[in-house]
């Protein structure tokens, strides 16, 4: 469903992103693993359009991507929870919720933000709350459900279990399962590589703005290299 064709990208000159391609399918659940700094951020604000790539081609279902227009990306069904919520902390719960749909019209928002509460009953008992006093566990669920506002055909989730308890990186590990479960194809980067590879079906490495290992899951679990580099064996 999406296809990514020798994306190069950077800031200034200096190049981050050096021929990165990879494909989805329908219905994955695929990881994008690496170290701090290797350029998966700078690669999810490709997809999603806040940053225009130098050259290289994205299609989703087919459909070339406009290079570097978020409206076009979200039309499309290409959703970014970014890494560290980004979530409005002085607008309540609903607010923040109701702008995630703000593409998708009035009756369609209302629809979505049934199926956001079902999916998150703790949200729908802090509607009223101000976003930014509710737990790191609770922004992170926020974050995840003004993604879902906007109707993702494609979920891409930026270090979702980022400073999160144990019990809450197992609690939001088991929700992306259902999401997918449930239909959602999803990009999932995370620094939380044993949990990551149980959950995704498939995964990407990327060293150095390219990437260098592709694996299903339990390929990559019982890669010798990426249980040196990632897995602490
Ligand atoms: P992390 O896991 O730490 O977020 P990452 O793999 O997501 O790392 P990026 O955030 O994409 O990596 O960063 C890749 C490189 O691009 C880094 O060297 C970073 O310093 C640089 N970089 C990122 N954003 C900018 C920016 N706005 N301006 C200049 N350089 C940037």
Do not use: C
């Amino acid at each position: 469903m999406l296809e990514v064709r020798d994306l190069h990208a950077g800031y200034g000159r200096v190049e981050v992103l050096r021929g990165v391609s990879l494909d989805l399918a329908a219905g994955e659940i695929v990881a994008l693993l690496g170290a701090n700094g290797v350029g998966k951020t700078t690669f999810n604000g490709v997809l999603s359009g806040l940053l225009k790539p130098w050259s290289g081609g994205i299609a989703l279902e087919g459909a070339p991507l406009p290079a570097g227009d978020t409206k076009a990306a979200l039309d499309a069904g290409l959703v970014l929870v970014p890494e560290g919520r980004h979530i409005f902390p002085n607008l309540t719960v609903r607010e923040n919720l109701w702008l995630g749909g703000y593409r998708r019209g009035r009756a369609n928002r209302a629809r979505n933000l049934d199926h956001v509460l079902d999916t998150f009953p703790r949200l729908a008992e802090r509607l009223a709350q101000r976003a930014g006093t509710m737990s790191g566990g609770e922004q992170q669920m926020l974050a995840i459900g003004r993604g879902l506002m906007a109707e993702p055909r494609l979920l891409i989730l930026d270090e979702p279990s980022l400073g999160l308890s144990p019990i809450l990186v197992e609690e939001m590990f088991a929700l992306i399962g259902r999401l997918n479960a449930d239909g959602l194809t999803i990009l999932l980067v995370e620094q939380n590589v044993h949990l990551t590879l149980e959950v995704a079906h498939r995964g990407f490495v990327m060293e150095n703005g390219a990437i260098t290992v592709t694996g299903s899951a339990p390929e990559l679990l019982a890669d010798p290299d990426l249980q040196r580099s990632y897995l602490g064996v």
